[in-house]
């Protein structure tokens, strides 16, 4: 039997209206999601389309915020910026302190997940395989993440829904 993966996660919140500052209990919504996902919990999956239903498994996977950062510091896995500029798109700006954003942590080490108004209409996206460690992780519209606060009808934060 193998053991349990267990995957620090470090969300890097890039705000600019008080309304994209999401709250720790929403970040943590997000994340309980995922371990219910990844481990065949989700109440959701018995009326999600047979597809899904058929093809879910537990993969031994959990996800938690840090608890220590790269430097060994301990953290709330969870860093907040206020910007001025209210739109980050799809081009990775958001991944860069030295564009406005927030840089990201060892991807050997962390799931980087940055939250912002990507604008444009999408939702989220993510860095391909084998791209740069600097900008590894995804990108997630503030919108759209968590199951708790003002979602909806994006509250479900499932990708299986159907």
Same mark, same amino acid.
């Not at 969300?11 to 209206?17: E, I, K, R, S």
């Not at 060892?106 to 209409?121: A, M, P, T």
């Given at each position: 039997? /193998?053991?349990?993966?267990?995957? #620090?996660?470090?969300?890097?919140?890039?705000?600019?209206? =008080? *309304?994209?500052?999401?709250?720790?209990?929403?970040?943590?919504?997000?994340?309980?999601?995922?371990?219910?996902?990844?481990? &065949?919990?989700?109440?959701?999956? =018995?009326?999600? !389309?047979?597809?899904?239903?058929?093809? =879910?498994?537990?993969?031994?996977? !959990?996800?938690?915020? =840090?608890?220590?950062? #790269?430097?060994?510091?301990? !953290?709330?896995?969870?860093?907040? &910026?206020?910007?001025?500029?209210? !739109?980050?798109?799809?081009?990775?700006?958001?991944?860069?302190?030295?564009? +406005?954003?927030?840089? *990201?942590?060892?991807?050997?080490?962390?799931?980087?997940?940055?939250?912002?108004?990507?604008?444009?209409?999408?939702?989220?996206?993510?860095?391909? #395989?084998?791209?740069?460690?600097?900008?590894?992780?995804?990108?997630?519209?503030?919108?759209?993440?968590? /199951?708790?606060?003002?979602?909806? #009808?994006?509250?479900?934060?499932?990708?299986?829904? +159907?």
């Amino acid at each position: 039997l /193998r053991s349990a993966i267990n995957i #620090p996660v470090v969300v890097h919140l890039v705000y600019n209206a =008080a *309304a994209e500052n999401l709250t720790d209990a929403q970040i943590q919504s997000q994340i309980d999601v995922l371990n219910e996902d990844f481990n &065949k919990q989700s109440k959701e999956l =018995a009326t999600s !389309t047979s597809i899904y239903k058929n093809s =879910a498994a537990n993969v031994g996977i !959990t996800f938690c915020l =840090a608890s220590v950062d #790269p430097k060994g510091k301990f !953290t709330k896995g969870i860093e907040r &910026k206020q910007s001025t500029r209210s !739109t980050w798109g799809t081009s990775d700006i958001v991944k860069f302190s030295s564009l +406005g954003g927030l840089d *990201a942590w060892e991807s050997k080490n962390y799931l980087n997940v940055w939250i912002c108004n990507i604008g444009g209409g999408s939702i989220g996206y993510s860095q391909f #395989p084998g791209g740069s460690p600097n900008s590894d992780g995804i990108v997630i519209d503030y919108r759209f993440f968590g /199951r708790i606060g003002s979602l909806k #009808p994006f509250d479900k934060s499932h990708s299986y829904l +159907g």
